[in-house]
T-cell receptor
Framework: AQSVSQHNHHVILSEAASLELGCNYS??????LFWYVQYPGQHLQLLLK??????LVKGIKGFEAEFIKSKFSFNLRKPSVQWSDTAEYFC???????????FGTGTRLQVFP | EPEVTQTPSHQVTQMGQEVILRCVPI?????FYWYRQILGQKVEFLVS????????KSEIFDDQFSVERPDGSNFTLKIRSTKLEDSAMYFC???????????FGDGTRLSIL
């Protein structure tokens, strides 16, 4: 069965620190990959997506992610976090022939000024 | 930016009662989805809906669940006889196409007593 693992459950950083959140998935076929963010009290918002092409994708608010097919990974990065990045971050995978998104458990990021 | 809207934001229901959760997808979207998140667990896919029929459903989506698009704007999830374990956050999502990003609503928190 397909699954998504996010190894960091809770990350605490100071402003200006660099961020990398891990995401690994288990599925051997073609996949679409997503990172969603949920700010406190708000809905899930799409940060970035990978469908094909350049494995380094850039999203909103300075976030980027790199798809490494050989490692089944899609890690999220930001060089310098801000207090406003405090939120929960979800990695999600969709196999090419299906509708459903499979989510990881989420990573709670707290950024302190 | 157009949004997916869900009502109510919080629903409290007695076990065994029927509940209907409502969603208004983004107006030009054609694919509709329901997901749920039990407290402390992953966001899980329930069902996808296109062209007035279910296109995919998960094992969770048993005979107690049904979906409907009763008019041109609403998309509803009905649970016929609620159980304690149905307590969760229910998210509606919509997209323009099967392989396009899904846009999520704020969710309805369902509490079964």
């Amino acid at each position: 069965a397909q699954s998504v693992s996010q190894h960091n459950h809770h990350v605490i950083l100071s402003e200006a620190a660099s961020l990398e959140l891990g995401c690994n998935y288990s599925y051997g076929g073609t996949v679409n990959l997503f990172w969603y963010v949920q700010y406190p009290g708000q809905h899930l918002q799409l940060l970035l997506k990978y469908f094909s092409g350049d494995p380094l994708v850039k999203g909103i608010k300075g976030f980027e992610a790199e798809f490494i097919k050989s490692k089944f990974s899609f890690n999220l990065r930001k060089p310098s976090v801000q207090w406003s990045d405090t939120a929960e971050y979800f990695c999600a995978v969709r196999s090419y022939n299906t509708d459903k998104l499979i989510f990881g458990t989420g990573t709670r990021l707290q950024v302190f000024p | 930016e157009p949004e997916v809207t869900q009502t109510p934001s919080h629903q409290v229901t007695q076990m065994g009662q029927e509940v209907i959760l409502r969603c208004v997808p983004i107006s030009n979207h054609l694919y509709f989805y329901w997901y749920r998140q039990i407290l402390g667990q992953k966001v899980e896919f329930l069902v996808s809906f296109y062209n007035n029929e279910i296109s995919e459903k998960s094992e969770i989506f048993d005979d107690q669940f049904s979906v409907e698009r009763p008019d041109g704007s609403n998309f509803t999830l009905k649970i016929r006889s609620t159980k304690l374990e149905d307590s969760a956050m229910y998210f509606c999502a919509s997209s323009t196409g099967q392989n396009q990003p899904q846009h999520f609503g704020d969710g309805t928190r369902l509490s079964i007593l």
